[in-house]
T-cell receptor, first 110, second 116 residues
Framework: DAKTTQPTSMDCAEGRAANLPCNHS???????VYWYRQIHSQGPQYIIH???NNETNEMASLIITEDRKSSTLILPHATLRDTAVYYC???????????FGKGTLLTVNP | NAGVMQNPRHLVRRRGQEARLRCSPM?????VYWYRQLPEEGLKFMVY????????ESGMPKERFSAEFPKEGPSILRIQQVVRGDSAAYFC??????????????FGPGTRLTVL
């Protein structure tokens, strides 16, 4: 799976949009971009995934650049409960292993 | 629909004892994955099982660790003769029978093992 690079930490004001970037410049054509988050002491929670089109669900939106070398996870109206470590993972369709890096610690401030 | 269940949530063992961690996948899921998270680190893949079969145990330490997913009952991760370095959070995840790339893994709350 392609290596991903994320900022170590980010801050966001409550009620504002949180935009979390991820670089995956070596991603191959069959690798999807997955986002998970881990709230302190809990198990990782699936957020969203995509291949090349932008995706949206009830939790977030995923914007993937046209060349697929980077993506952005958008939480449209961040709340205090969104404070967590966010992981961006590139995974091939036939690969069941999730490789978690260090992720981005998002802190939502009141 | 209940999520992935793990028990116990916290487990304390003395060095040399055995630890048994249980995972019940989500209803309808027949694929189970175990991950380990050492303090201040990301999750690392350990093993992938389907009912009665170990598919990939490439992330398991060669000694003292074993996993099973019997036809009936939960998946078990067993650590024999625990050492202090085994202290970690152990997470189980499950996915549906169809393992296409569209399927995400759903994680349980984890078992926190402390070895004294």
């Amino acid at each position: 799976d392609a290596k991903t690079t994320q900022p170590t930490s980010m801050d966001c004001a409550e009620g504002r949009a949180a935009n979390l970037p991820c670089n995956h410049s070596t991603i191959s054509g069959n690798e999807y971009v997955y986002w998970y988050r881990q709230i302190h002491s809990q198990g990782p929670q699936y957020i969203i995934h995509g291949l090349k089109n932008n995706e949206t669900n009830e939790m977030a939106s995923l914007i993937i650049t046209e060349d697929r070398k980077s993506s952005t996870l958008i939480l449209p109206h961040a709340t205090l409960r969104d404070t967590a470590v966010y992981y961006c993972i590139a995974r091939g369709g036939s690969n069941y292993k999730l490789t978690f890096g260090k992720g981005t610690l998002l802190t939502v401030n009141p | 629909n209940a999520g992935v269940m793990q028990n116990p949530r916290h487990l304390v063992r003395r060095r040399g004892q055995e630890a048994r961690l249980r995972c019940s996948p989500m209803k309808g899921h027949s694929h189970v994955y175990w991950y380990r998270q050492l303090p201040e680190e990301g999750l690392k893949f350990m093993v992938y099982l389907q009912k009665e079969n170990i598919i990939d145990e490439s992330g398991m330490p060669k000694e003292r660790f074993s996993a099973e997913f019997p036809k009936e009952g939960p998946s078990i991760l067993r650590i024999q003769q625990v050492v202090r370095g085994d202290s970690a959070a152990y997470f189980c995840a499950s996915s549906p029978q169809d393992t296409s790339s569209y399927n995400e893994q759903f994680f349980g709350p984890g078992t926190r093992l402390t070895v004294l």
